[in-house]
């Protein structure tokens, strides 16, 4: 048990210090290794990342999420309508939950807003405006859009 929180609290110090020179002595991780960034994700953000391209590597997860839901659900949508309807309440297209209980009626629906709000938040500006993202909120935003994509990957099915 103490093994697993002293990991947990060299993972958490180490991101606080994310774009930081290290000393010589320490092992050099990659920010998405320490963030645990989703291996997908990591594939189409990495390089831009690497290069310095904070927006754009954001961008690139979301834009991602986006196809990956518009895959899944069949829904010819994009962004935030994608998202309400892919993840909606009554005939949802994607299923997290089971859905019987009120408490997993209520998860489904706010994945269902935090998907959506996450494209209106995130994807659009990048999409539709110059941004310049420093190095801790693209790790931020990438850290969210694993998450989101593990969630998908354990929906239930029908």
Excluded: W
Aim: overall charge positive; proline content about 4%.
């Amino acid at each position: 048990m103490f093994k697993n929180l002293t990991r947990f609290e060299r993972i958490a110090r180490a991101s606080r210090n994310v774009g930081k020179a290290r000393p010589s002595s320490a092992p050099v991780a990659h920010p998405f290794d320490e963030r645990n960034i989703h291996p997908a994700i990591a594939k189409v953000s990495k390089a831009l990342f690497d290069d310095g391209h904070y927006s754009q590597a954001t961008f690139e997860a979301f834009k991602f999420l986006d196809a990956l839901v518009k895959e899944l659900s069949g829904v010819n949508d994009s962004g935030h309508g994608l998202m309400m309807n892919a993840f909606g309440d009554r005939s949802t297209k994607i299923k997290l939950t089971d859905m019987v209980t009120q408490s997993e009626q209520d998860e489904q629906s706010g994945y269902k807003f935090i998907f959506a709000g996450s494209m209106s938040a995130i994807r659009n500006p990048r999409g539709h405006e110059i941004i310049h993202d420093s190095i801790d909120r693209c790790l931020d935003h990438l850290s969210m859009a694993s998450t989101l994509l593990r969630r998908i990957e354990d929906r239930k099915y029908p």
